[in-house]
């Protein structure tokens, strides 16, 4: 049983451009949790979202920030006209169930860093 | 204060010692607990839950204290290969019934020949 899967595990991009990260969850996890982690911080909570549906987006910035989880596919994080700030390791993690009684599983993360 | 607090560290200490972490969080509400380890700049790995009765795994002690609000890990006998950054993780007690996971920033071990 494969893990999380998540690419790229590098991206680079300048200011300005688009930045898309991919995340495969654990097969048969349908929840998927994604997280950011500045250097020498801890992980915050972005976003949570089930197939079709984002449950909760209270840690994700309002603007050019998105994200989704179709009924086909990998769940995509795209973060629109990137800035310095925005260079991070961003974590996807999955999960059977609501997290509240489950456990997650974290993929081994994309590294963005912003030029 | 902080939602889930953790004492950064680092813990430096010999093959063999045992060492415990503390983690609080600040609400009362909150329902599931875990202790997660982390490599250099890899992925968090769980590493057990918390239950109100206490658990162990090995050389692995969790346990939680609600009274107090804080979750407990102890590690005996500690080796090289535990060397790494802890993360508490607390999650639930949100209003609405949100599950968000809230990790604290983490401790770290360094466990010396």
């Known amino acids: 049983n494969a893990g999380v899967m998540q690419n790229p595990r590098h991206l680079v991009r300048r200011r300005g451009q688009e930045a898309r990260l991919r995340c495969s969850p654990m097969?048969?996890?349908?929840?998927v949790y994604w997280y950011r982690q500045l250097p020498e911080e801890g992980l915050k909570f972005m976003v949570y979202?089930?197939?079709?549906?984002?449950?909760?987006e209270s840690g994700m910035p309002k603007e050019r920030f998105s994200a989704e989880f179709p009924k086909e596919g990998p769940s995509i994080l795209r973060i629109q006209q990137v800035v310095r700030g925005d260079s991070a390791a961003y974590f996807c993690a999955s999960s059977p169930r609501q997290s509240g009684v489950g456990e997650q599983y974290f993929g081994p993360g994309t590294r963005l860093t912003v030029t | 204060r902080k939602e889930v607090e953790q004492d950064p560290g680092p813990f430096n200490v010999p093959e063999g010692a045992t060492v415990a972490f503390n983690c609080t969080y600040s609400?009362?509400?909150?329902?599931?607990f875990f202790w997660y380890r982390q490599d250099c700049r890899k992925e968090p790995k769980l590493l057990m839950s918390?239950?109100?009765s206490g658990n162990e795994d090995g050389r692995f002690t969790a346990q939680l204290n609600r009274a107090s609000q804080y979750i407990s890990l102890l590690i005996r006998d500690s080796k090289l290969s535990d060397s790494a950054t802890y993360l508490c993780?607390?999650?639930?007690?949100?209003?609405?019934?949100?599950?968000?996971?809230?990790f604290g920033r983490g401790t770290s071990l360094i466990v010396h020949p």
């Open positions: 993780v607390v999650i639930g007690g949100q209003a609405g019934g949100s599950y968000i996971p809230t």
């Open positions: 609400n009362s509400a909150s329902q599931s």
């Open positions: 979202l089930q197939k079709e549906n984002i449950i909760d």
């Open positions: 097969k048969g996890h349908s929840h």
């Open positions: 918390v239950y109100s």
